[in-house]
T-cell receptor, first 113, second 113 residues
C-alpha cells in the first residue's frame, strides 16, 4: 500500500517569504502529525490534526499553522520565514482506533537563505 | 513534563561487535514505547512497540526490552547496513484524550566493516 507522501522534497526560500508543505497520509489514517527535525533539537512536535480539527499543538510560534482536509490530506504553512526555520519537516500518519505508532513520510527539507 | 533521554549520542562499533542503546524516560501514564530507525535524509522507520515492563521484541539482529524506567535496544553482531540513527519515543495520554508522543534525540550508530 502507498506510504505517507510529502511534497515537495526540497525547498529553498528567502527570509520573510512564506511556504506551504503538503502531506498525504496512508489511506484510512485519519490522524496526521507534523514534526520539525533539526540536528540540535531532534524531533519537535508541531501539531496534530484529526478529522479536520487540530487536536494538539506544540510550542511553536503562530507563524506555524496547518490544516487538514476532508480526505485527511494535510498542509502546513510557515509565514515570515526565518533562518532558524531551516529544517527537515516530517509528516506522520496513524490510525486512531488502533494506535500503534506512526508511519512517517520522507520529509520536506526546507532551507531558508 | 514528559522526558526521553537516549544514550550514548553516538556509537561506533566494529562489524560483529554487539552492544546496547539506552532510552530512559519519565512520563505519566505510559501507553507505549517505540523504537524507530532513521537513515540520513529519510523519515523514521518503525521498528518496535513495547507496552509493558518485561516485554521483549526481536527483529533480525535487534532486540528491544522494556523496564519501568528505561528501554534497551540490543544489537547483536551488527553489520554496516545497521548504521543509522535510532530514535526512541514514548506515548502517553494527553489531556482531551489524544495520544501525546515525545521523542528522544537519538543515538547515531556507525558500524565499521
Amino acid at each position: 500500500k502507498a506510504g505517507v507522501t510529502q511534497t515537495p522534497r526540497y525547498l529553498i526560500k528567502t527570509r520573510g517569504q512564506q511556504v506551504t508543505l503538503s502531506c498525504s497520509p496512508i489511506s484510512g489514517h485519519r490522524s496526521v502529525s507534523w514534526y520539525q527535525q533539526t540536528p540540535g533539537q531532534g524531533l519537535q512536535f508541531l501539531f496534530e490534526y484529526f478529522s479536520e480539527t487540530q487536536r494538539n499543538k506544540g510550542n511553536f510560534p503562530g507563524r506555524f499553522s496547518g490544516r487538514q482536509f476532508s480526505n485527511s490530506r494535510s498542509e502546513m504553512n510557515v509565514s515570515t520565514l526565518e533562518l532558524g526555520d531551516s529544517a527537515l519537516y516530517l509528516c506522520a500518519s496513524s490510525l486512531e482506533a488502533e494506535w500503534d505508532g506512526y508511519t512517517f513520510g520522507s520529509g520536506t527539507r526546507l532551507t531558508v537563505v | 513534563e514528559d522526558q526521553v533521554t537516549q544514550s550514548p549520542e553516538a556509537l561506533r562499533l566494529q562489524e560483529g561487535e554487539s552492544s546496547s542503546l539506552n532510552c530512559s524516560y519519565t512520563v505519566s501514564g505510559l501507553r507505549g514505547l517505540f523504537w524507530y530507525r532513521q537513515d540520513p535524509g529519510k523519515g523514521p522507520e518503525f521498528l518496535f512497540t513495547l507496552y509493558s515492563a518485561g516485554e521483549e521484541k526481536e527483529k533480525e539482529r535487534l532486540k528491544a526490552t522494556l523496564t519501568k524506567k528505561e528501554s534497551f535496544l540490543h544489537i547483536t553482531a551488527p553489520k554496516p547496513e545497521d548504521s543509522a540513527t535510532y530514535l526512541c519515543a514514548v506515548q502517553a495520554a494527553g489531556s482531551g484524550g489524544y495520544q501525546k508522543v515525545t521523542f528522544g534525540t537519538g543515538t547515531k550508530l556507525q558500524v565499521i566493516p
